[in-house]
């Protein structure tokens, strides 16, 4: 079993519609979370911070659900512009450990 | 501020060859990261460094791959002979402190490397 898992995708949606993915973790020494967005040919790029309490950043909405040992985004009222691939990131820092999911691929249809 | 910059952004090479890839890390950045992503598959760690120290090399597929920060600066990933399997993205990325999580990872365009 990977060590963090996410639903590759992809998910094809309409122009302002609401969507969420999740990504599972196994490990409950994992620390600290992130999402990352990657475009197409280009490398990945950080799209927020993950905290325990939740937080929001525009129209994107991360959460944190260590009990079931998740996190989520959630992307409102979408935009073409959000096209790309979701990557999940979660840190041990104890073990220096950096581990990837293999990301979710959005699209968004006008 | 200068970005994470690697070098060459593409390179294609015949099975049996050697490549060198480099990455200048953002200046300052103490941490130094290799990754690949092959086509298809996931990114997947290759070593960290922490200045010129290999912190963790377990990602390292096998001992074709050599990877060197002298000076603990640029950081060099040499892959000699290439295969055909080597083929993909090496991702270089730099961090300033891992521990803190407010400014996690850093990461340049990426050398795409093809083995024919």
């Known amino acids: 079993r990977k060590e963090v898992e996410q639903d590759p995708g992809p998910f094809n949606v309409p122009e302002g519609a609401t969507v969420a993915f999740n990504c599972t973790y196994s490990n409950s020494a994992s620390q600290s979370f992130f999402w990352y967005r990657q475009d197409c040919r280009k490398e990945p790029k950080l799209l927020m911070s993950v905290y325990s309490s939740g937080n929001e950043d525009g129209r994107f909405t991360a959460q944190l659900n260590r009990a079931s040992q998740y996190i989520s985004l959630l992307i409102r009222d979408s935009k073409l512009s959000d096209s790309a691939t979701y990557l999940c990131v979660v840190l041990r820092s104890s073990a220096s450990k950096i581990i990837f999911g293999s990301g979710t691929r959005l699209s968004i249809r006008p | 501020e200068a970005g994470v910059t690697q070098f060459p952004s593409h390179s294609v090479i015949e099975k049996g060859q050697t490549v060198t890839l480099r990455c200048d890390p953002i200046?300052?950045?103490?941490?130094l990261y290799w990754y690949r992503r092959v086509m298809g598959k996931e990114i997947k760690f290759l070593l960290h460094?922490?200045?010129?120290?290999?912190?963790?090399e377990s990602g390292m597929p096998n001992n074709r791959f050599l990877a060197e920060r002298t000076g603990g600066t640029y950081s060099t990933l040499k892959v000699q002979p290439a295969e055909l399997e080597d083929s993909g993205v090496y991702f270089c990325a730099s961090s300033q402190d891992l521990a803190s999580g407010a400014n996690v990872l850093t990461f340049g365009a990426g050398s795409r490397l093809t083995v024919l």
């Open positions: 200046s300052g950045h103490d941490n």
């Open positions: 460094f922490v200045k010129e120290s290999k912190q963790d």
